[in-house]
C-alpha cells in the first residue's frame, strides 16, 4: 500500500514560481518517483521524475526551468518550476513506482493566469 499527499499546487501569474510537494506513506522500497501532469483535453504527460539510483529525467517543456529533488529520509519528491506560463496550466500528480506497479496521488491544480 503507498499513499501519497500532495501539496503546493494553486493560482500562479505568468513568470512566477512554485514548488510542489509530495510525501509518500509505505513500506515498499521506491524505484521512482516524479510528476505528471495532465492539461484539459490532453493526455497525462511527464513533467519530471528521479530514480533510487538519482538519475532524472525532464520533460523538454519544463528543462531548465524546473528542479525535482527527493528527500530519502522523509520519502518526499518535491519539484520546483519557475518561469511559469499559461501552458503550464493543469492537474499535477505525483507517482510512486515500486516494485510491482505505479501508484498516483490524487493530483493538485495548477492555474497559471494573471
Known amino acids: 500500500q503507498v499513499q501519497l499527499v500532495e501539496s503546493g499546487g494553486g493560482l500562479v501569474q505568468p513568470g512566477g514560481s512554485l514548488r510542489l510537494s509530495c510525501a509518500a506513506s509505505t513500506t515498499f522500497p521506491m524505484y521512482a518517483m516524479g510528476w505528471y501532469r495532465q492539461a484539459p483535453g490532453k493526455e497525462r504527460e511527464l513533467v519530471a521524475i528521479t530514480t533510487r539510483e538519482g538519475t532524472t529525467v525532464y520533460a523538454n517543456s519544463v528543462k531548465g526551468r524546473s528542479t525535482i529533488s527527493r528527500n530519502n529520509a522523509t520519502n518526499t519528491v518535491s519539484l520546483q518550476m519557475n518561469s511559469l506560463q499559461s501552458e503550464d496550466t493543469a492537474v499535477y500528480y505525483c507517482?510512486?513506482?515500486?516494485?510491482?506497479?505505479?501508484?498516483w496521488g490524487q493530483g493538485t491544480q495548477v492555474t497559471v493566469s494573471s
Open positions: 507517482m510512486y513506482r515500486s516494485i510491482l506497479r505505479d501508484y
